[in-house]
């Protein structure tokens, strides 16, 4: 009888282990969530993506904590290679702590810190990267998503 409870405690404790490493096999797979935000600018900013400038009821793009990457598509009522740059400030300090240049559009989702609100700035004088980015007035659309 001792040796059959044995036997039997050994067979489910090998069986134990052998269930262990299938469920660690099932995990779920992370699945890409998109979310499209518009915003309209209607008076450029005075300045450059160069040299910075003064924005006046610019555009802004709030994100949540789980959007990490974003993607931007700038349409400009006047000119078709319009460009912006997007800024934001992660720690409210009123300094701009990270950012990049759109010229035109984004070719790939750029990283952001999640849960900021991304600022929009688009530049009478455009920026040199971009010949001809002038921004008049038009609509920026951000795709963000927790994949890129």
């Known amino acids: 009888m001792k040796k059959s409870m044995a036997l039997l405690i050994a067979l489910a404790l090998a069986a134990s282990f052998m269930a262990i490493p299938a469920q660690a096999k099932k995990k779920k797979k992370v699945v890409k969530v998109e979310r499209v935000v518009e915003a309209r600018y209607d008076n450029p900013s005075a300045g450059s993506a160069q040299t910075g400038g003064v924005g006046l009821n610019i555009p802004t793009l709030p994100s ?4 990490v990457f ?10 078709p290679m319009a460009g912006v740059r997007v800024r934001w400030d992660q720690d409210g300090d009123g300094t701009s702590d990270g950012g990049f240049f759109v010229c035109g559009s984004t070719e790939e989702p750029q990283a952001i810190p999640g849960g900021v609100t991304l600022d929009v700035f688009a530049y009478i004088g455009g920026d040199a990267t971009c010949p001809g980015s002038m921004a ?13």
């Open 136 to 148: 008049v007035s038009g609509t920026v659309t951000a795709t963000f998503s927790n994949l890129p």
């Open 70 to 79: 974003v993607s931007i598509t700038v349409k400009d009522d006047v000119n």
């Open 64 to 67: 949540a904590a789980t959007e």
